[in-house]
T-cell receptor, first 114, second 113 residues
Framework: EAQVTQNPRYLITVTGKKLTVTCSQN?????MSWYRQDPGLGLRQIYY???????DKGDVPEGYKVSRKEKRNFPLILESPSPNQTSLYFC?????????????FGPGTRLTVT | QQPVQSPQAVILREGEDAVINCSSS?????VHWYRQKHGEAPVFLMI?????EQKGHEKISASFNEKKQQSSLYLTASQLSYSGTYFC??????????????FGKGTLLTVNP
Protein backbone atom coordinates (compact mmCIF):
# COMPACT_ATOMS: atom_id res chain seq x y z
CA GLU A 1 0.00 0.00 0.00
CA ALA A 2 1.32 3.42 -0.99
CA GLN A 3 1.76 5.47 2.13
CA VAL A 4 3.69 7.91 4.27
CA THR A 5 4.48 6.64 7.75
CA GLN A 6 5.53 8.59 10.81
CA ASN A 7 6.86 7.43 14.16
CA PRO A 8 6.07 7.88 16.90
CA ARG A 9 2.42 8.87 16.56
CA TYR A 10 2.34 10.35 20.06
CA LEU A 11 5.20 11.65 22.16
CA ILE A 12 5.41 13.40 25.50
CA THR A 13 8.85 14.69 26.41
CA VAL A 14 10.59 17.25 28.59
CA THR A 15 12.27 20.49 27.67
CA GLY A 16 15.76 20.04 26.27
CA LYS A 17 15.66 16.31 25.61
CA LYS A 18 16.65 15.68 22.01
CA LEU A 19 14.16 13.77 19.91
CA THR A 20 13.68 12.55 16.35
CA VAL A 21 10.43 11.99 14.49
CA THR A 22 10.87 9.64 11.58
CA CYS A 23 9.11 9.88 8.23
CA SER A 24 9.23 7.31 5.47
CA GLN A 25 7.45 6.98 2.12
CA ASN A 26 7.25 3.97 -0.18
CA UNK A 27 6.18 5.76 -3.35
CA UNK A 28 9.63 6.71 -4.68
CA UNK A 29 8.74 10.38 -4.28
CA UNK A 30 11.39 13.04 -4.81
CA UNK A 31 9.84 15.78 -2.70
CA MET A 32 9.27 15.58 1.06
CA SER A 33 8.19 18.17 3.58
CA TRP A 34 7.41 18.73 7.25
CA TYR A 35 4.52 20.82 8.58
CA ARG A 36 3.28 21.73 12.00
CA GLN A 37 -0.37 22.34 12.72
CA ASP A 38 -1.56 24.52 15.58
CA PRO A 39 -5.14 25.58 16.39
CA GLY A 40 -6.12 28.69 14.50
CA LEU A 41 -2.84 28.82 12.56
CA GLY A 42 -3.35 26.17 9.92
CA LEU A 43 -0.47 24.17 8.46
CA ARG A 44 2.93 25.82 8.48
CA GLN A 45 5.88 24.43 6.57
CA ILE A 46 9.02 23.73 8.60
CA TYR A 47 11.46 22.29 6.06
CA TYR A 48 11.27 20.69 2.66
CA UNK A 49 13.53 18.57 0.51
CA UNK A 50 13.45 18.56 -3.27
CA UNK A 51 15.60 15.43 -3.52
CA UNK A 52 18.32 13.54 -1.67
CA UNK A 53 20.84 15.82 0.04
CA UNK A 54 18.89 18.97 -0.93
CA UNK A 55 16.84 20.63 1.79
CA ASP A 56 15.61 24.14 2.43
CA LYS A 57 13.80 26.13 5.09
CA GLY A 58 10.08 26.61 5.10
CA ASP A 59 8.23 29.32 7.00
CA VAL A 60 8.99 28.18 10.57
CA PRO A 61 12.37 26.37 10.64
CA GLU A 62 13.69 27.72 13.97
CA GLY A 63 14.42 24.96 16.47
CA TYR A 64 14.29 22.14 13.93
CA LYS A 65 16.75 20.18 11.82
CA VAL A 66 16.24 17.72 9.00
CA SER A 67 18.35 15.40 6.91
CA ARG A 68 17.70 13.56 3.66
CA LYS A 69 20.29 10.89 3.24
CA GLU A 70 17.96 8.44 1.53
CA LYS A 71 15.14 9.09 -0.88
CA ARG A 72 12.50 7.40 1.24
CA ASN A 73 13.36 8.91 4.66
CA PHE A 74 13.13 12.46 5.96
CA PRO A 75 13.52 12.63 9.76
CA LEU A 76 12.70 15.74 11.79
CA ILE A 77 15.09 16.47 14.63
CA LEU A 78 14.46 18.67 17.65
CA GLU A 79 17.84 19.17 19.30
CA SER A 80 16.50 20.96 22.37
CA PRO A 81 12.70 20.91 22.39
CA SER A 82 10.80 23.70 24.10
CA PRO A 83 7.12 23.94 25.12
CA ASN A 84 6.33 26.19 22.13
CA GLN A 85 7.12 23.22 19.90
CA THR A 86 4.14 21.35 21.29
CA SER A 87 2.13 20.72 18.16
CA LEU A 88 0.76 18.24 15.64
CA TYR A 89 3.39 17.42 13.02
CA PHE A 90 2.77 16.11 9.52
CA CYS A 91 5.21 14.74 7.01
CA UNK A 92 4.22 14.85 3.35
CA UNK A 93 5.65 13.72 0.03
CA UNK A 94 4.97 14.26 -3.65
CA UNK A 95 6.25 12.75 -6.85
CA UNK A 96 8.45 15.61 -8.01
CA UNK A 97 9.40 19.08 -6.82
CA UNK A 98 7.14 20.57 -9.45
CA UNK A 99 3.84 21.72 -8.12
CA UNK A 100 1.58 19.88 -10.53
CA UNK A 101 1.49 16.90 -8.18
CA UNK A 102 -0.48 16.35 -5.00
CA UNK A 103 1.10 15.86 -1.62
CA UNK A 104 0.45 12.72 0.38
CA PHE A 105 0.37 13.31 4.12
CA GLY A 106 1.42 10.97 6.88
CA PRO A 107 -0.94 10.26 9.81
CA GLY A 108 0.63 12.91 12.05
CA THR A 109 2.70 12.95 15.24
CA ARG A 110 1.29 14.68 18.29
CA LEU A 111 4.16 16.09 20.33
CA THR A 112 3.87 17.51 23.83
CA VAL A 113 6.87 19.21 25.42
CA THR A 114 6.58 19.88 29.14
CA GLN B 1 2.90 35.12 3.15
CA GLN B 2 -0.08 33.19 4.45
CA PRO B 3 -3.18 33.33 2.21
CA VAL B 4 -6.44 34.52 3.73
CA GLN B 5 -9.41 32.16 3.71
CA SER B 6 -13.03 33.14 4.13
CA PRO B 7 -15.31 32.35 5.73
CA GLN B 8 -13.63 30.91 8.81
CA ALA B 9 -16.55 28.58 9.36
CA VAL B 10 -19.78 27.67 7.63
CA ILE B 11 -22.71 25.44 8.59
CA LEU B 12 -24.88 23.88 5.92
CA ARG B 13 -27.80 21.54 5.66
CA GLU B 14 -27.36 18.54 3.42
CA GLY B 15 -27.96 19.52 -0.21
CA GLU B 16 -26.99 23.19 0.19
CA ASP B 17 -24.13 24.86 -1.65
CA ALA B 18 -21.07 26.63 -0.27
CA VAL B 19 -18.19 28.73 -1.54
CA ILE B 20 -14.82 29.03 0.20
CA ASN B 21 -12.47 31.78 -0.86
CA CYS B 22 -8.69 32.01 -0.72
CA SER B 23 -6.85 35.23 -1.47
CA SER B 24 -3.28 36.43 -1.53
CA SER B 25 -1.64 39.84 -1.66
CA UNK B 26 1.08 38.53 -3.95
CA UNK B 27 1.14 36.98 -7.41
CA UNK B 28 0.36 33.28 -7.32
CA UNK B 29 1.78 30.45 -9.38
CA UNK B 30 -0.59 27.78 -8.11
CA VAL B 31 -3.34 27.11 -5.61
CA HIS B 32 -3.89 23.77 -3.88
CA TRP B 33 -6.98 22.63 -2.01
CA TYR B 34 -7.03 20.01 0.75
CA ARG B 35 -9.68 18.72 3.12
CA GLN B 36 -8.95 17.48 6.62
CA LYS B 37 -11.43 15.52 8.68
CA HIS B 38 -11.18 15.67 12.44
CA GLY B 39 -8.26 13.63 13.73
CA GLU B 40 -7.02 12.74 10.26
CA ALA B 41 -4.36 13.92 7.82
CA PRO B 42 -5.15 16.43 5.07
CA VAL B 43 -6.28 14.87 1.81
CA PHE B 44 -5.70 16.36 -1.61
CA LEU B 45 -8.66 17.74 -3.57
CA MET B 46 -7.18 19.62 -6.53
CA ILE B 47 -4.47 21.91 -7.86
CA UNK B 48 -5.00 24.96 -10.04
CA UNK B 49 -2.04 26.28 -11.96
CA UNK B 50 -1.51 29.73 -13.35
CA UNK B 51 -3.00 29.80 -16.81
CA UNK B 52 -5.00 26.66 -16.13
CA GLU B 53 -8.70 26.06 -16.33
CA GLN B 54 -11.30 25.64 -13.65
CA LYS B 55 -11.13 22.16 -12.19
CA GLY B 56 -13.81 19.84 -10.94
CA HIS B 57 -13.99 16.82 -8.70
CA GLU B 58 -17.52 15.37 -8.71
CA LYS B 59 -19.58 18.07 -7.01
CA ILE B 60 -16.56 20.00 -5.82
CA SER B 61 -14.93 22.44 -8.22
CA ALA B 62 -12.59 25.40 -8.02
CA SER B 63 -11.52 28.46 -9.95
CA PHE B 64 -8.35 30.52 -9.98
CA ASN B 65 -8.41 34.22 -10.81
CA GLU B 66 -4.80 35.16 -11.46
CA LYS B 67 -5.47 38.87 -11.78
CA LYS B 68 -7.13 39.03 -8.38
CA GLN B 69 -4.73 36.46 -6.85
CA GLN B 70 -7.57 34.47 -5.47
CA SER B 71 -9.20 31.08 -5.74
CA SER B 72 -12.66 29.85 -4.85
CA LEU B 73 -13.77 26.33 -3.94
CA TYR B 74 -17.36 25.46 -4.83
CA LEU B 75 -19.21 22.68 -3.04
CA THR B 76 -22.48 21.82 -4.71
CA ALA B 77 -25.34 19.86 -3.16
CA SER B 78 -23.29 19.18 -0.07
CA GLN B 79 -23.20 15.75 1.53
CA LEU B 80 -22.50 14.79 5.13
CA SER B 81 -19.12 13.48 4.00
CA TYR B 82 -18.06 16.99 2.97
CA SER B 83 -17.72 18.04 6.60
CA GLY B 84 -14.19 18.94 7.59
CA THR B 85 -11.66 21.74 7.46
CA TYR B 86 -10.70 22.99 4.03
CA PHE B 87 -7.27 24.45 3.46
CA CYS B 88 -5.93 26.32 0.49
CA UNK B 89 -2.21 26.29 -0.14
CA UNK B 90 -0.58 28.89 -2.32
CA UNK B 91 2.66 29.02 -4.17
CA UNK B 92 4.01 32.44 -4.91
CA UNK B 93 5.60 33.60 -8.10
CA UNK B 94 4.78 35.12 -11.41
CA UNK B 95 7.25 32.76 -13.05
CA UNK B 96 7.81 29.14 -12.29
CA UNK B 97 7.56 26.97 -9.21
CA UNK B 98 9.42 28.00 -6.04
CA UNK B 99 8.58 24.71 -4.29
CA UNK B 100 7.25 26.38 -1.14
CA UNK B 101 3.62 25.88 -0.26
CA UNK B 102 1.97 28.18 2.27
CA PHE B 103 -1.39 27.15 3.70
CA GLY B 104 -4.21 29.34 4.93
CA LYS B 105 -5.72 28.95 8.39
CA GLY B 106 -8.56 26.82 7.11
CA THR B 107 -12.36 26.95 6.80
CA LEU B 108 -14.41 24.65 9.00
CA LEU B 109 -17.35 23.25 7.06
CA THR B 110 -20.11 21.44 8.90
CA VAL B 111 -22.89 19.69 7.00
CA ASN B 112 -25.92 18.72 9.04
CA PRO B 113 -28.71 16.32 8.04
Amino acid sequence: EAQVTQNPRYLITVTGKKLTVTCSQNMNHEYMSWYRQDPGLGLRQIYYSMNVEVTDKGDVPEGYKVSRKEKRNFPLILESPSPNQTSLYFCASSLTPGWSYEQYFGPGTRLTVT
Amino acid sequence: QQPVQSPQAVILREGEDAVINCSSSKALYSVHWYRQKHGEAPVFLMILLKGGEQKGHEKISASFNEKKQQSSLYLTASQLSYSGTYFCGTEMGSGGSNYKLTFGKGTLLTVNP
